[in-house]
């Protein structure tokens, strides 16, 4: 074998190695929409969107109490600059938002100014199970964890919104109809955060945006702020 035949046969291999890793990530690409995005449309079909966009008032478990804070908040607080203040719309009243997350009723009252009022609950409702599949999977991404481990993450947590062990304890799709729906906002906050902050501590972006997203998710949810120390600490 000459020397002119062992440099196309090393050319050719390169060609063919070059084609396969193409190829590869190309499958890589392919199967994290497929794992992501069907999950997401999966997620969004058992929420009925019909229902999520047909303007009237959500109920169920606490979910009819949580109605009436934003309307609140917005017509009584925002309008004097305050975040909190005190309601007499109960007994001899109560302290509004000085003792709960305002976050989330912030988020509604933001899509109150384009979108129905119902509708902006129900979207602030569901925002956080629809988003928890792809916040999951950006962060197995970011923290560059081996392929296919950031698929399996939202894989994972798909199951987890599944799961019906619990209607009360926050995360899941059977206790953010209940009215937990700052749980799921805060849930995929951290996660989102976490994300951020694991690639910012290896090339230096995202710090600060990480840690705004973390704060936010801190603010979103008491429980979810004690995840938050734990996560932030084993990073």
């Known amino acids: 074998m000459n020397h002119d035949d062992m440099s196309e046969r090393t050319t050719m291999l390169r060609r063919w190695s070059n084609q396969f890793e193409l190829n590869a990530n190309y499958w890589k690409r392919l199967s994290a929409i497929l794992v992501v995005g069907g999950a ?3 997620l969004l079909l058992t ?3 019909d229902l999520i966009f047909r303007n009237n008032t959500p109920t169920g478990g606490d979910m009819g109490a949580h109605v009436w804070g934003p309307a609140f908040l917005r017509d009584h607080l925002l309008n004097h600059f305050r975040l909190a203040g005190w ?5 001899a009243g109560l302290p509004v938002y000085r003792y709960y997350m305002v976050v989330p009723a912030l988020f509604i009252v933001g899509l109150n100014l384009v979108l129905p009022y119902g509708i902006a609950i129900k979207i602030a409702a569901v925002i956080g ?8 999977w950006l962060f197995g991404r970011f923290a560059r964890f ?13 199951i987890f919104l ?3 062990s619990f209607t009360i304890y926050g995360g ?3 206790s953010t109809m209940a009215g937990e729906f700052s749980f799921s906002i805060a849930l995929s906050l951290s996660i989102l955060g976490f994300a951020l902050v694991s690639r910012g501590l290896e090339t230096g972006k995202y710090l600060a945006t990480g840690s705004i997203v973390v704060a936010l998710s801190a603010l979103s949810h008491g429980i979810v702020l004690l995840f938050v120390f734990g996560g932030v600490a084993l990073m």
Do not use: G, K, R
């Open 129 to 136: 199970i629809l988003t928890l599949p792809y916040c999951t």
């Open 40 to 42: 997401t449309i999966f």
């Open 47 to 49: 929420l009925h969107p």
């Open 172 to 174: 899941n799709i059977a």
């Open 87 to 91: 309601s007499m719309d109960w007994y």
């Open 162 to 164: 599944y799961d019906e």
């Open 146 to 158: 081996a392929y296919p481990i950031p698929e399996m993450l939202a894989i994972a947590a798909t």
